[in-house]
C-alpha cells in the first residue's frame, strides 16, 4: 500500500515481550514507517511510530497496524479509495475466548 504513494522504504516492527509476575505476559509492537524521500528540494518526511500493545505478538502487531492504517487514510486521503482494507477495532479489553479483536466492517 504505501509503495503506491511514494514510500520506498519497507515498515520496519519490532515486538518486545514484558513478562509481569508468574502468568502475565504483555507485549508491545513498535512499527516504524521510514518517510519519504520528496523532491523538488524539500526536506524528507520524519519518520512515522506506531505502538501496538496485547497479550500476544500477533495481538500487539495487528493494533500497531489499525493504528498505521487509521493515520495514513486521514493523512493520505488517496489511500481509502484504492486500498479497501479497514480493520475495526472491536473492544481493547477483548474476550480472549473470543477471537475477534478485529474484523473487517461488514459490507
Not at 519490532?14 to 509481569?20: C, E, I, L, Q, S
Request: glycine share 6%.
Amino acid at each position: 500500500m504505501l509503495e503506491a504513494f511514494g514510500f520506498t522504504s519497507r515498515p520496519l516492527y519490532t515486538t518486545y515481550r514484558a513478562v509481569w509476575g508468574t502468568d502475565t505476559t504483555e507485549y508491545c509492537t513498535k512499527l516504524v514507517v521510514p518517510g519519504r524521500s520528496l523532491e523538488n528540494g524539500r526536506l524528507p518526511e520524519p519518520d512515522r511510530e506506531f505502538r501496538g500493545y496485547g497479550s500476544s505478538g500477533p495481538m500487539s502487531l495487528r493494533e500497531a497496524a489499525y493504528k498505521a492504517i487509521t493515520h495514513f487514510r486521514h493523512e493520505i486521503p488517496e489511500t481509502s479509495t484504492h486500498f479497501y482494507y479497514y480493520p475495526e477495532c472491536v473492544n481493547s479489553n477483548p474476550d480472549l475466548s473470543q477471537n475477534n479483536t478485529y474484523r473487517l466492517p461488514a459490507p
